[in-house]
């Protein structure tokens, strides 16, 4: 009997898999920190093959990035089953280059729910589970900023009980773009062990992906705060400010239909 899944549990219908089949369309909010820290401890997240940004790229630069998200396959099941398609995540940006290319490269991320855990190891993501909060805008009442001048938003991280990092964007008004860090084609690998543990990979490549048929709402931008903490677990650490860029606002639509082997 075939079974189905993306990419597991497999079975003869496909149902249970935690991942539907692909187109996924995602839309959410992010807020970003952007900051700058040393390059030398930006170098050590990288593997041999990847090279820092040059010089003149800002190869100290980091995004970290808060998003609150929400998922669905082609078919839209996950919108009438809400708790299948909500998620939050934090992830942590550099830009990188691989055979003469400027990319973007996620090298800490969090999640909050295991269909984005998993969905994140299908496309090379190093994602593990955190505890991840932002402030949300509104429209109406007391309950939240507005996205006007003045807006204070916050941003909390959690793992293992510890507190990894908060933060804090002021927005000062509307701006081109929520960023430049998090703003090319992402370069990730994608390793798995062989089941002998004898520390050769069964899987190691080296992919690249972009978002399709992409929409953006304003972009707004400000101050922002951003401490990091220590945790015996964790080495989001050692990338310490040294300088804060500024921080930004943005709702962001997105598709993702697969990406590009570069190499096996």
């Known amino acids: 009997m075939n079974v189905r899944g993306l990419p597991f549990p497999r079975t003869s219908t496909g149902r249970a898999s935690l991942l539907p ?91 909050d729910r295991d269909f984005a855990l998993v969905r994140g190891y299908l496309q090379g993501y190093p994602k593990k589970l955190g505890s991840i909060h932002q402030t949300r805008p509104v429209t109406v009442g007391r309950g939240g900023p507005r996205l006007a001048p003045g807006a204070v938003f916050a941003m909390t991280l959690a793992a293992n009980d510890r507190r990894l990092a908060q933060a804090t964007v002021t927005l000062a008004g509307e701006s081109e773009t929520n960023g430049f860090v998090n703003a090319h084609a992402m370069l990730h690998h994608r390793w798995f062990p062989r089941i002998e543990l004898n520390g050769t990979d069964s899987m190691e490549e080296v992919v ?57």
């Open 208 to 264: 690249t992906m972009s978002g399709r048929d992409v929409e953006l709402g304003p972009a707004y931008s400000g101050t922002a705060t951003l401490e990091l903490f220590d945790s015996p677990s964790e080495e989001l650490a050692d990338l310490t400010p040294r300088e804060i860029i500024g921080g930004y606002f943005r709702s962001v639509g997105t598709t993702f239909y697969g990406g590009t082997t570069l190499k096996e």
């Open 21 to 111: 089949p692909p187109p996924w369309h995602y839309s959410g909010d992010l807020l970003t920190v952007e900051f700058r820290t040393d390059p030398d401890a930006v170098r050590a997240l990288l593997p041999d093959e990847v090279s820092l940004a040059k010089d003149d790229e800002d190869p100290g630069a980091v995004a970290f990035v808060w998003a609150d998200w929400q998922s669905c396959g082609p078919d839209g099941a996950e919108l009438l089953d809400p708790v299948r398609a909500q998620y939050k995540e934090a992830f942590v940006v550099v830009r990188c280059r691989f055979r003469g290319q400027l990319y973007s490269r996620c090298v800490f991320i969090w999640v």
